[in-house]
T-cell receptor
Framework: AQSVTQPDIHITVSEGASLELRCNYS??????LFWYVQSPGQGLQLLLK??????LVQGIKGFEAEFKRSQSSFNLRKPSVHWSDAAEYFC???????????????FGTGTQLKVEL | DSGVTQTPKHLITATGQRVTLRCSPR?????VYWYQQSLDQGLQFLIQ???????AKGNILERFSAQQFPDLHSELNLSSLELGDSALYFC????????????FGEGSRLTVL
């Protein structure tokens, strides 16, 4: 079964500073990988996803993530954080089962990002 | 706005009671997922339906049940409620499984007193 670990529960960065949120996954092969963001009182929104191909993926809101098979990691990065980025970020993994088949996203425990002005 | 509608947004009830949470997926999405989010358990997958049929099951208690109707809306029924069932319940939908993007509703916050 797949699993995902987000080792940082809380992270605080200054506005304008760079950001890296860590994610490590466990799966026998290359899984589907995702980053979602949850703002207070809101549902989750997809930032980016990786299925195959180029290991550096670009997402919305200026975020990017890099898949590193050797490290079983899929870290999320942003070069310059804005105060509006304060939220909780979830890494998720899914087995690559295709259309209509039973499948699920397994989420990490989340990283709460605080941005200092 | 994700296009996924969940009702009610907030619900307060007593132990032993039964509640029904409703989810309307985005237009055209065939898959519906239910997740439970709590402080101690995080985001836990409960169940997935695809075009009316159950396709995947996670950590869903026997006291909980769900179904997806012909119009693709889904309901999650929670019975014999316990204090520990207090949580935020999310519904998400996608066109065809997790290969696409899951669109999440804003959740139904259940408080059991």
């Amino acid at each position: 079964a797949q699993s995902v670990t987000q080792p940082d529960i809380h992270i605080t960065v200054s506005e304008g500073a760079s950001l890296e949120l860590r994610c490590n996954y466990s799966y026998g092969a290359t899984p589907y990988l995702f980053w979602y963001v949850q703002s207070p009182g809101q549902g989750l929104q997809l930032l980016l996803k990786y299925f195959s191909g180029d290991t550096l993926v670009q997402g919305i809101k200026g975020f990017e993530a890099e898949f590193k098979r050797s490290q079983s990691s899929f870290n999320l990065r942003k070069p310059s954080v804005h105060w509006s980025d304060a939220a909780e970020y979830f890494c998720a993994v899914a087995a690559p089962i295709l259309t209509g088949g039973g499948n699920k996203l397994t989420f990490g425990t989340g990283t709460q990002l605080k941005v200092e002005l | 706005d994700s296009g996924v509608t969940q009702t009610p947004k907030h619900l307060i009830t007593a132990t032993g009671q039964r509640v029904t949470l409703r989810c309307s997926p985005r237009s055209g999405d065939l898959s519906v997922y239910w997740y439970q989010q709590s402080l101690d358990q995080g985001l836990q997958f409960l169940i997935q339906y695809y075009n009316g049929e159950e396709r995947a099951k996670g950590n869903i208690l026997e006291r909980f049940s769900a179904q997806q109707f012909p119009d693709l809306h889904s309901e999650l029924n929670l019975s014999s409620l316990e204090l520990g069932d207090s949580a935020l319940y999310f519904c998400a939908s996608s066109v065809a499984g997790v290969t696409g993007e899951l669109f999440f509703g804003e959740g139904s916050r259940l408080t059991v007193l």
